[in-house]
């Protein structure tokens, strides 16, 4: 067999755990199983042919599991990926301290000072494994037309093809590890659960975080449930006698695919957690998003945040921002109005679903965890992010300072005393001046349970998820968008959403600073046509019996700089006096002291925001230049939506088409054209 005599690589986690593992006795017979261009989950039906006696002689039959479907789908990748061990997760706590204790001595986690970062670790990626990989991930729909413009599509049997290839003993002197996990609380209708296999015990550790793994989840799959199939392989096998690295990854063969029709992902090559996390932006977007089109739902790339007022009253409101705009900032929002209070259901997605009840969107944050950007994140911008991350953190390409702490750029005005390792291990030190390259990555991340942040919203966890009152878009604006709008209606709201742009950021490969179109921050993440997307949107109103009880929709624009190239909103937690302002439209919609109604849609007239304590900051004619209408301006916005709109041809909504006809119109028409 592949890798035979290798049991002394076996941990004493494996040792003690022997009821989810079992050592592969001998090579089960070598299937192609890309062959015939099925889901795997087919494909493995062909190991229902083998005996009794010699199908229980394998690791997948020592499942703890009755699910057939399951075990035989955990068979058919074992066969391919020829791994030395199988080892089910259970999601102890036993189990993750084993898999960090092991990750520390092989030096991939290094153990954070017990004093000031009690039960955090930082690990160092390959230099070239730092950031979701969009020019590697794909969308493989039979027809190309359903996977769209914006995504990449290869014919999915020429994937399957190169897939086989990529994958066919790459976990060789490896462990597979299966992680059955639940997108969601477990049991709750909202939920979806996956399983994935890897062979990278870091993997495991950061979705223990970030999901809910484990018996649990095999208890609510029960015999026959639908999941998910997620393949995971770092892609560099181990052959004997060969040293693994620290950081093992594949990145000229790196691929992240997704079936949509048969709810397949296969990732090769990376170990980053967008790459990786299977759970996360590949299932709980890509192909949720599919799954929500079909169902009648929705699979967002939004934060989700309670708030509440001094009242008392409670409002909970979602929020789409491209990555490293500011979601988790927003969602952990400590405000500086008195008597108000954000707490965070979610930072990163939210599933919603209409309640035929009351017509009103309900959701849940399918994560479990913040993975979260470091570079930027102080006490500043963050003070509750800095709280929650003070303990028990996985801190990923960020700089170690001879504390034993952590530090990024943006942590503090200035770089730490001492000596300091950045995140590709080069030390430095104060005496070499603050000038050069950042000393953490600027996509350098922490990876935390959402369970330890101290304003954690009290239904977080809620099954039934929470209703949702306000959408808010919002992206990297230094010119022409104004603080905050409202749309005049939901159709203008989705053609607000369809036009959001943003400066590039660093949590994707390309070139910061550059401007694209990022239609509801999901540019990256939908699973299918967006122009689909969009006539899915448009579609909600016609499925709920009372339309006025969606959600209201509104825009923000946190980065709007000055003639000198300075910010001149406050931001942070001075961000609180834009969601009032937005309570203050949802309580009292008619109140035409609020607002003043432009071309683009509601904007606050500039005493209907409450200003108190911050008059010196925002004197003079900054105000009004931050609400601000430029006519000119935004008929050029017009323009570059109309272009970037033509790329979706005929699924282009003919709704939205006439919202922009008549948002063109309202502008020159304000303009005296």
């Not at 892609?235 to 690295?245: A, Q, S």
């Not at 303990?391 to 702490?405: C, E, I, P, R, W």
């Amino acid at each position: 067999m592949a890798g035979k005599g290798r049991a002394q690589l076996r941990s004493p986690l494996f040792a003690s755990q022997t009821r989810f593992l079992g050592a592969i006795s001998k090579p089960v017979a070598r299937q192609t199983l890309f062959a015939s261009h099925t889901s795997p989950i087919s494909a493995s039906a062909t190991f229902q042919q083998h005996s009794h006696d010699e199908a229980h002689s394998h690791d997948a039959y020592a499942a703890p599991t009755s699910h057939t479907k399951l075990v035989n789908w955990v068979r058919a990748q074992q066969t391919l990926l020829e791994p030395d061990h199988v080892h089910w997760c259970d999601g102890s706590q036993e189990e993750f301290d084993g898999l960090v204790k092991n990750l520390v001595d092989k030096g991939v986690m290094i153990p954070l000072d017990s004093k000031l970062r009690p039960g955090s670790y930082l690990t160092r990626t390959d230099p070239a494994d730092v950031a979701r990989s969009e020019s590697s991930t794909f969308i493989c729909s039979r027809q190309q037309i359903d996977a769209g413009p914006t995504n990449n599509w290869v014919d999915p049997n020429e994937m399957r093809v190169e897939l086989e290839k990529s994958f066919r003993g790459s976990m060789r002197g490896r462990t597979m590890y299966v992680i059955p996990f639940s997108m969601g609380p477990i049991g709750s209708p909202l939920a979806r659960v996956g399983v994935q296999v890897t062979d990278s015990p870091f993997v495991v550790v950061n979705m223990r975080i970030m999901t809910r793994i484990g018996r649990p989840v095999l208890d609510v799959l029960g015999r026959d449930k639908e999941f998910v199939p997620c393949v995971h392989s770092v892609g560099k096998p181990l052959e004997p006698g060969d040293k693994d690295v620290l950081w093992p990854c594949n990145i000229p063969q790196r691929k992240v695919v997704h079936f949509p029709e048969s709810r397949e992902i296969w990732s090769f090559g990376s170990g980053y957690g967008g790459n990786s996390l299977l759970g996360k932006k590949c299932l709980a977007l890509r192909i949720a998003s599919v799954m929500a089109r079909d169902e009648g739902s929705l699979a967002e790339h939004m934060l989700i945040l309670g708030l509440t007022n001094p009242a008392g009253k409670k409002y909970y409101i979602v929020a789409a921002f491209p990555s490293a705009c500011g979601k988790t900032n927003l969602a952990m929002l400590k405000p500086t109005l008195p008597g108000w209070k954000v707490q965070v259901v979610g930072d990163d997605i939210n599933w919603m679903k209409y309640n035929p009840k009351d017509s009103r969107l309900y959701a849940i944050n399918p994560e479990a965890g913040f993975f979260g950007v470091a570079p930027g994140t102080s006490v500043k911008t963050n003070p509750n992010a800095m709280d929650t991350i003070r303990k028990n953190t996985v801190f990923t390409n960020v700089a170690l300072t001879d504390k034993g702490d952590v530090w990024w750029e943006g942590m503090t005005k200035t770089r730490p005393e001492g000596k300091v390792v950045s995140w590709k291990g080069e030390v430095w030190d104060s005496s070499m001046g603050d000038k050069g390259t950042p000393l953490a990555h600027p996509n350098s991340r922490f990876t935390v349970s959402l369970d330890q942040c101290e304003v954690k919203d009290p239904a977080w966890n809620d099954p039934n998820g929470v209703p949702i009152s306000a959408i808010i878009f919002g992206g990297r604006r230094e010119t022409t968008v104004p603080l905050v709008f409202q749309a005049k209606d939901w159709n203008h709201g989705v053609l607000v959403g369809a036009s959001v742009a943003s400066e590039k950021t660093a949590a994707a490969d390309g070139d910061v600073g550059q401007l694209r179109f990022d239609p509801f921050a999901m540019l990256p993440f939908a699973g299918y046509n967006m122009g689909d997307y969009f006539n899915h949107w448009l579609s909600m109103p016609d499925r709920v019996k009372d339309p006025s009880n969606l959600p209201k929709v509104f825009h923000v624009n946190w980065f709007r700089k000055d003639a000198k190239g300075s910010f001149m909103w406050p931001g942070f937690g001075e961000n609180s006096r834009v969601l009032k302002w937005i309570v203050d439209r949802l309580e009292h919609p008619e109140d035409k002291s609020l607002y003043t109604s432009t071309p683009i849609g509601f904007v606050p007239k500039p005493e209907s925001l409450d200003l108190t304590g911050i008059e010196e900051q925002v004197k003079g004619d900054v105000m009004e230049n931050l609400l601000k209408v430029d006519t000119q301006a935004y008929l050029s916005e017009v323009q570059k939506a109309r272009d970037y709109f033509k790329r979706f041809g005929d699924r282009f909504p003919a709704k939205l088409t006439k919202e922009l006809d008549g948002l063109e119109e309202r502008l020159k028409k304000n303009q005296g054209v």
